[in-house]
């Protein structure tokens, strides 16, 4: 995490800029260049990589389930911030559509800056400008007025971050207890419990019964399990003991 310089921050501009107008006359294709969007003399920390890298995972699930792929790819992590650049095989339009998408569909979304570029050079314009950061208002009137000083906008900043990741790490727990409960509920023999043989003990469970349990969300939300008696569904729904009852 090291503070950068104004002319860092344009002279790191004027590289994207050449790479891209080299890129095009290259392929010939329309480009994405996503950068994030960090105010400040701070571009680059752990929790801003983490958050680009979950964009560009977010952008290579999206332009995969479109069907479109990449001419060439190039990602560059520096002080002055991180950068991906790729040509599509696609129209620039319907790539503008994605990253719109995900620039405003996800939390951390505000944070992204997904450009295209078309095969004129110029970056396709927003149907609907963006809004600013800290108030929320739509476009830039905000920044280009310096209302909100760099103290606020870090702290927007932040938080977004925070609730981006955080909902990322919840969504990747909530893939593991799934797994890890369906490897429980098939584990056999498991003597006087529900396995995949028979109900054991239990007269109001079944293998499908906890199959169903497993799958319900189990996001634990404002520090407390969403699911009444814990994780495992073995568990009594009273004490979360994770006592056999039966
Ligand atoms: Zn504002």
Redesign the pocket.
């Known amino acids: 995490m090291r503070e950068v310089t104004l002319q860092e921050i344009l002279d790191a501009r004027d590289r994207r800029a050449e790479a891209q107008r080299r890129l095009l006359k290259q392929l010939a294709r329309p480009l994405i260049s996503f950068t994030m969007n960090i105010p400040g003399p701070v571009k680059d920390s752990p929790m801003i990589r983490r958050a680009f890298d979950e964009g560009l995972r977010m952008l290579d699930d999206a332009l995969g389930e479109a069907g479109i792929a990449c001419a060439s790819r190039q990602i560059t992590h520096a002080d002055t911030g991180n950068e991906f650049l790729c040509a599509v095989k696609a129209s620039a339009a319907a790539v503008k559509e994605i990253c719109m998408r995900i620039e405003d569909g996800s939390p951390m979304g505000r944070l992204f800056d997904m450009d295209v570029i078309g095969l004129d050079g110029q970056k396709l314009a927003r149907k609907e400008e963006r809004r600013?950061l800290?108030?929320?208002?739509l476009g830039r009137g905000?920044a280009s007025r310096r209302?909100?000083s760099l103290e606020e906008l870090n702290a927007a900043v932040t938080r977004l971050l925070r609730e981006g990741l955080l909902a990322v790490d919840a969504d990747s727990v909530d893939a593991m207890v799934t797994h890890t409960l369906l490897e429980e509920v098939a584990t056999t023999p498991k003597p006087g419990l529900v396995d995949r043989n028979n109900n054991g003990a239990h007269r109001d469970m079944t293998l499908f019964s906890f199959q169903t349990s497993a799958l319900l969300p189990h996001r634990r939300e404002n520090g407390g399990a969403s699911r009444a008696g814990g994780l495992c569904p073995h568990a009594p729904a009273g004490d979360g003991s994770g006592a056999e009852d039966a």
Not at 134 to 137: E, I, L, Q
């Open positions: 600013c800290v108030c929320g208002a905000c209302l909100h």
